[in-house]
């Protein structure tokens, strides 16, 4: 018989969830964990990041930089004490990532190597190559191996929180190659999902990032901060949404049009390239609509040149960058441009937590792109999520280490017995039962992702914030019709994708109900219709609650220590 | 791009219907851009929602999406549908893994052989934490290629030892083991010698190298695992005639 009570239980084996389990194992020997993921950890979207993590690490740099640069990118959203004790941990993080054997880059005098990265003022980026993401989680994951207290749930689907007396009390899962229901019980319940980027349809995330954890807390009562903030990168590949890291400008690459001209010097000349994402994707559309893009079989796009980089920098520095032009388009970054157009890409927003990831729920925590604490206002600065995942992981592993230890009793078995049962019928009985009929799941979720595309995009107005509400109130009411194929239990991914587009859909509204609410133009957020900031009404955090109907919206205000809101120059 | 049609052969395995492992085939639009990856996702989306297979990141760097096409273990995000296609494109799960439904095969093994490996630093004394180990490139380009295995698992399916005898450790877990034997962070490589000279560690290998040649990301599993006989030997000798003196 598996284990099902554990003092603390996360959901989530990416950089985040990982480095939360690790802290927890760390902070107490007599701790058990249970880390759930719906895929094998070393599966995680954390693999997919690129181009670095942002510390300080050098005399010429200071925590006061690295928060300002910070904060001014995120357009004065951000929570200031969050991001001063933010800074003052990335360095202690990458170093315990080194003495882990995270693969750094190195200098010649055998330092840790740091780049330069948009919104940063100095080089401030740490790196190994342009495969960060990937180094970080298998280092993690590795090193997890250490404890045994840390019991995998590797692919296990999380379809509800338990919560028991007005605490959480761990999670109802989906064991997938088993077919079956379980109880997963824990003292503290950490939420390090990731973000939701597949619910629009042109993103650089993986398949399985479907916003499953703010989800999960948003139908446990817990509000979602922010969520109209989402970034779009400017730099994908056309048809397949594919990354091409900040890096490859952080080494110099240059943005240029059909003309040849590096045109960000009509929108930022200060920074050019190296400009906050916000900025650099609504320049990219600006030229679009200029007329002054190349145009290809999957659209307009711009030009990324690096061929002045040579292939000596491009191979040590960026081989990811050339891998994937290669495979995937079918170029040589040394000899030609790369296509590139902006895309979904992290979203600032998420569920609503303090510095230590506590929620408004006792018990429940959230970690990385899950949470909003918020150190990334209205527009994360690039390199500043994977140092998020190990800060905040670490101080939540630690936050929760302590509650989980003040809590002498594992939580009572009713609760997690009745919440079982109501998930088993929820879900084999209610799901799982609907015959397949006109309402499909690959259907109603690319008509959403459509839609999120359309309406709650780059540049937003009210007319078509009005309609995207509107229609994802519709299929909401639709999602009940979507019917199944596949009735078997073991390993269902039809029945996981429906659950998944469930989530999804309760994220989308979060974000579109938020994105209409909010009318200024602040980071990622820009409405036509607003195109100014309005710090008399909106110097605040968008919460978003959970109905039976709409969303309701409500404001909380940001902290500001030492930076008093000015416009952002660059 | 013209569109045509091609034939996906796919292997189908389905326990809670019972029986053996069957072949169907779905016909689907084909243009010149698509990869293996993309014909399942129009299968599952368009003409058969029961197929199974795992994916996420389609950019080859997850490792979820492994399968064997046209008898070869193949990432079938980075596998163009024109580089296979000789009038069907045939997908299997990955070979000499139990078979959990249709693509889907199960790892577990694989994750307990990477946990007798350390796969981590081991050190008895973590000096000042608050200050980053030196490392000069050169001591990063000594373990860098092995640290680039992405658990695909390509070099198990192709791996005939491994197909005939599953203890064996395997190419992708004795990579990573000298991966960390490499790296000057660490102190661990006795305990890993120790372990990968055992009945079931590299010894098994008859140095076949299919591992290498299906290998995504060149990590070579075929020369690290030559290297750790070396080094296993060494470490031999020497407990031989100097005992209780410790590899490095």
Redesign the interface.
């Known amino acids: 018989m598996e284990r099902t009570s554990f003092d603390i239980v996360v959901v989530g084996g990416g950089a985040a969830g990982l480095r939360t389990a690790i802290a927890a194992a760390e902070a107490d020997p007599e701790l058990t964990i249970a880390l759930v993921s719906k895929?094998?950890p070393?599966?995680?979207?954390t693999?997919?990041a690129e181009g670095g993590t942002a510390a300080v690490?050098r005399d010429y740099d200071s925590f006061e930089l690295h928060a300002l640069d910070t904060i001014k990118g995120s357009d004065f959203l951000a929570d200031q004490d969050a991001v001063e004790f933010f800074v003052a941990r990335c360095?202690?993080e990458?170093?315990?990532l080194?003495?882990?054997?995270c693969?750094?880059?190195?200098?010649?005098?055998?330092?840790?190597s740091q780049r330069a990265f948009g919104g940063m003022s100095v080089k401030r980026t740490v790196y190994a190559a342009d495969?960060v993401g990937?180094?970080i989680l298998?280092t993690l994951f590795?090193?997890s191996?250490?404890y045994d207290r840390i019991h995998r749930f590797?692919e296990y689907f999380v379809t509800s929180l338990i919560v028991d007396g007005g605490a959480c009390a761990g999670v109802v899962a989906m064991n997938l190659?088993g077919?079956t229901m379980v109880a997963i019980q824990g003292k503290a319940t950490i939420l390090a999902t990731g973000g939701c980027g597949r619910v629009y349809e042109f993103t650089t995330n993986?398949?399985?990032k479907t916003g499953d954890g703010m989800a999960l807390a948003y139908r446990a009562g817990v509000p979602l901060k922010d969520m109209e903030m989402v970034q779009f990168h400017p730099t994908c590949l056309p048809?397949?949404g594919?990354?091409i890291t900040e890096a490859a400008r952080g080494e110099g690459g240059y943005l240029v049009n059909k003309d040849g001209e590096r045109y960000m010097q009509r929108y930022l000349p200060s920074k050019m390239e190296l400009g906050p994402r916000d900025i650099l994707s609504r320049a990219m559309i600006q030229e679009m609509k200029a007329g002054r893009a190349f145009e290809g079989?999957y659209g307009l796009y711009m030009g990324l040149d690096l061929r002045h980089l040579g292939a000596k920098k491009i191979n040590e520095r960026i081989p990811?960058v050339r891998?994937?032009v290669e495979?995937?388009m079918g170029l040589d970054p040394i000899h030609e441009l790369i296509p590139v157009r902006p895309g979904q890409h992290y979203i600032m927003g998420g569920v609503s937590t303090n510095g230590k990831g506590e929620t408004t729920l006792p018990g429940l925590y959230a970690v990385g792109e899950t949470a909003c604490v918020s150190i990334n206002g209205a527009n994360r600065l690039g390199s500043n999520s994977l140092s998020e995942c190990l800060v905040f992981g670490a101080a939540c592993g630690l936050a929760a280490a302590g509650f989980a230890k003040k809590k002498a009793s594992y939580p009572r078995g009713a609760a997690a017995r009745e919440a079982l049962k109501k998930e088993e019928a929820r879900v084999f009985d209610g799901v799982l039962g609907r015959e397949?009929a006109k309402e499909?799941?690959?259907g109603l979720r690319v008509e959403m992702q459509q839609l999120m595309e359309r309406d709650v995009g780059i540049f937003r107005e009210e007319s078509a914030l009005a309609d995207a509400c509107g229609m994802l109130g519709k299929m909401r009411d639709r999602f009940a019709a979507v019917g199944?194929?596949?009735k078997?239990?073991?390993?269902?991914?039809?029945l996981t994708a429906v659950l998944e587009l469930d989530f999804m859909l309760d994220v989308a509204l979060a974000i579109a109900h938020s994105a209409r609410n909010r009318r200024e133009s602040r980071g990622a957020h820009s409405r036509t219709d607003f195109p100014q900031r309005d710090d008399a009404n909106y110097l605040k955090h968008t919460l978003a609650f959970r109905t039976d109907g709409p969303p309701r919206i409500d404001y909380v205000p940001v902290t500001v220590t030492k930076w008093q809101p000015v416009e952002r120059k660059y | 791009?013209a569109a045509s049609d091609v034939v996906f052969r796919v292997k189908r395995y389905?326990?809670?219907?019972g029986g053996r492992p069957t072949f169907q085939e779905y016909t689907i639009p084909y243009r010149n851009?698509m990869v293996v990856l993309d014909g399942l996702n129009y299968i599952?989306?368009?003409i058969?929602?029961?197929l199974?297979?795992?994916?996420?990141?389609?950019?080859?760097?997850?490792?979820?999406c492994g399968a064997d096409v046209n008898g070869q273990p193949r990432l079938t995000c980075?596998t163009y549908i024109r580089d296979v296609h000789k009038g069907a494109v045939t997908v299997e799960p990955l070979s000499n893994f139990p078979i959990?439904?249709d693509l889907?095969v199960?790892?577990?093994d694989f994750?307990r052989k990477?946990?007798s490996v350390t796969?981590?630093?081991v050190r008895k004394d973590?000096g000042d934490?608050?200050?980053?180990?030196?490392?000069?490139?050169e001591?990063?380009e000594a373990?860098?290629q092995q640290?680039?295995?992405?658990?695909c698992m390509l070099c198990y399916a192709a791996c005939p030892v491994f197909g005939s005898s599953p203890e064996f450790v395997g190419p992708a877990a004795s990579a990573?083991a000298l991966r960390?034997n490499r790296?000057t962070?660490?102190e661990g490589a006795d305990a890993r010698l120790a372990r990968l000279n055992t009945r079931t560690g590299v010894w098994e290998c008859t140095f076949v190298g299919e591992c290498s040649v299906v290998c995504p990301k060149d990590v070579d599993p075929a020369a690290a695992i030559q290297t750790l006989k070396f080094l296993a030997t060494m470490r031999h000798m020497r407990r031989l005639l100097m005992p209780g003196s410790s590899s490095r």
């Open positions: 895929v094998y070393m599966r995680s979207h693999v997919s690490l360095p202690e990458i170093i315990r080194e003495h882990w054997g693969p750094w880059s190195r200098d010649e005098d055998g330092r840790v495969k990937f180094h298998h590795q090193t191996m250490k590797d190659r077919g993986g398949f399985i048809g397949t594919i990354l079989p990811m891998e994937l495979k995937y397949r499909t799941v690959a199944l194929a596949d078997d239990r073991v390993f269902n991914t039809e | 791009m389905r326990p809670e219907s851009d599952k989306d368009h058969d929602p029961t199974t297979f795992r994916w996420s990141c389609r950019m080859g760097i997850c490792g979820s980075g959990l439904k889907v199960d790892f577990d994750l990477l946990a796969p981590y630093i973590w934490l608050t200050k980053e180990y030196v490392q000069y490139p001591d990063v373990y860098r640290s680039l295995c992405i658990n990573l960390y790296d962070r660490d």
